[in-house]
């Protein structure tokens, strides 16, 4: 039973039957279904406000106070999407005034910025203003709460692709790794503006992003995404095809030596191997991975073990011609049981 | 710097069993306790909350403890005009929840129930030019809405209603330079974005396209020294990734790469032994509904929880359900009591709730 109506006057909690204007409206309650699955207990203003949400919906309400609501049942739960496809109806058959909407998804996102909804909501508002001037500063923002917010980063992406945007962004991706060399969202954002501007195939721009990745590395050995990206932009033509990359990679296995160092170590000589099959550089290559195994990444032996027997495999004195699936190594079929 | 990594530590008394009784308790009594506002506000979501829960007690074999007519209508009543099925009653259609109700028919062998063709008609609709497939009417795309499609279809034997090539080109498109799959062309890779491309090319048989070595170590370096998965590079583990993670090495045949016991004995850990339920990482609180109330978690990947898979035989006790909800959820009830207060900014959260229970009780 709900508490008197002084009483709730006096603490402040308003519910909707209290409020004249929505006299004329038949609540609707929750309906789970002919017989409910589970039986509900509800908190009061919850269900006050979905119900009288539910009765517009039922009678395709499309009016000011019906906008106003979406409003409450969005405070009260942001992830529900059938709120936010009434509201986006509304904005639509109400023509509200799409700035002051751009103001309230703004600060709803500022509350809650993880919530596929809200940003959904916003890019439709973006389309319909055709202007993403704020977007940039405002996505920088809620970046500054959290540099790896998922939904922040591709609404960011699609702004920049959409209306071209990519002027500013590698200096905006600097000033974050700047701030946090492991942030491994602005490393892909890096990939993603330099594929997307430059590409990697000037070989001036390429030493560019491998003297600036080995600069990172020097500053924070462990870090899973530098050596990630290394490897991402040098892969297609080969990690040993950089000229004095290894010598520089294996000068930092002295000082700033990492499990991600030495892993780019065997993929390095992996891809020696490719042109040059000697067993010197084999043997350098097992190595690192019996290292890696019993040392240095033991919680990965399985894939070390693996990677070693492969390279023996291809590479060693009984190997078999080349195929070019993917490794057929009998073991990987194995189930854990 | 230096050697510094983002891991949580499993304290020496922390669960070492699985409470599979507590578990199952907890699912059967879900939504039927005094204070549920969790199951409230996640109606939104309650096809996807109903098929978890079905799935976790049919593993448990203890299925027949929940009411498959009941569930079946309800079913029935969210299926559209359009053919498309909603999370509930009143709300509209979408294809996560198209999914999830065609995977609890499923599990009751019974998709009869609903008007297949329309379901078939409602997702064909979807597809986009380039392959990719919008969530909804509006439009949002996102490689999980391409997983949702072909596994909808696959579950009813209607694959073919789809430009199943398009739609692999799009997927395809979306790999990265590190192996691993964003949820558009460009994104970070993510392991529940990876679950969702792998299952999906592993339903229309093209797990060849992969690189599956490269892939299949990004997915082993998720594990971190407490033996708890992260989704992604330089965050925290969350038990959520053990099953993305596992999923998608088990899919593509590499899941030995994975400690096993260090795994198990962090997932372990993450249960409630009072409640049932598991919480996101250890230590952290779980509430009533088994979610975790840190503020600070990741809560996309509860997001992510409502991509289900198709009926994958149970990897092992990596695998995990529970319903986690966003913990914003929670200070939004505050928040909204807090509206028709004032100055409520300045109090924390803890004093806010007292607060109003001490008005609600004088009344």
Known sequence: PRPPLLCRKLSGLYFIEDRKEWSDLEPVPQDDGPNPVVKIAYSEKFTDVFDYFRALLKNDEK???????????IELNAANYTVWHYRRVL??????????????ITAIIEEQPKNYQVWHHRRMVVEWLSDPSEELEFIADILSQDAKNYHAWQHRQWVIQEYKLWDSELEFVERLLEEDVRNNSAWNQRHFVISHTTGYSDPAILDREVQYCLCQIRKAPHNESVWNYLKGILQDRGLSSHPGLLERVLELKETQCSPYLLAFLVDSYEDALE??????TLNQAQEVCALLAQVKDTIRREYWLFLGRSLESKYGPTAAPQSDAASSDAADQQELS | QGTQIKDVVIKDDAPNALILD?????????????????YTVSEYLRMSGIYWGLTVMDLMSQLPRMNCEEITEFIKSCQHECGGISASIGHDPHLLYTLSAVQILSLY???????????VEYIKALQQEDGSFAGDKWGEIDTRFSFCAVATLALLGKLDAIDVDKAVEFVLSCMNFDGGFGCRPGSESHAGQ?????????????????????LGWWLC?????SGGLNGRPEKLPDVCYSWWVLASLKIIGRIHWIDKAKLRAFILACQDEETGGFADRPGDMVSPCGTAVRPSRVSRCCDLQLQRNVNQSPANSGRRHNFKQPPQLSRKFEQSV????????????????????AILAFM
């Open chain 2, 221 to 225: 370096e998720r594990q971190l020294p």
């Open chain 2, 109 to 119: 062998d019974n998709v009869q129930a609903l008007d297949v063709d329309k379901v």
């Open chain 2, 22 to 38: 507590k578990h199952a308790d907890y699912i059967a009594a879900y939504g039927s306790k005094k204070d549920d506002y969790e």
């Open chain 2, 194 to 214: 990876i679950y969702c491309c792998t299952g999906f090319l592993s339903l229309t048989g093209q797990l060849h396209r992969l690189n599956a070595d490269l």
């Open chain 1, 63 to 73: 009016s000011e106070r019906a906008f106003t609501l979406t409003a409450e049942a």
């Open chain 1, 91 to 104: 904005l639509q058959a109400l023509e509200k005034d799409l700035r002051q909407e751009m103001r309230y």
């Open chain 2, 338 to 357: 807090a509206s028709s207060l004032t100055d409520v900014d300045q109090l924390p959260s803890a004093l806010l709730r007292v607060y109003v229970q």
């Open chain 1, 275 to 280: 042109t040059n099959n000697t067993r010197a």
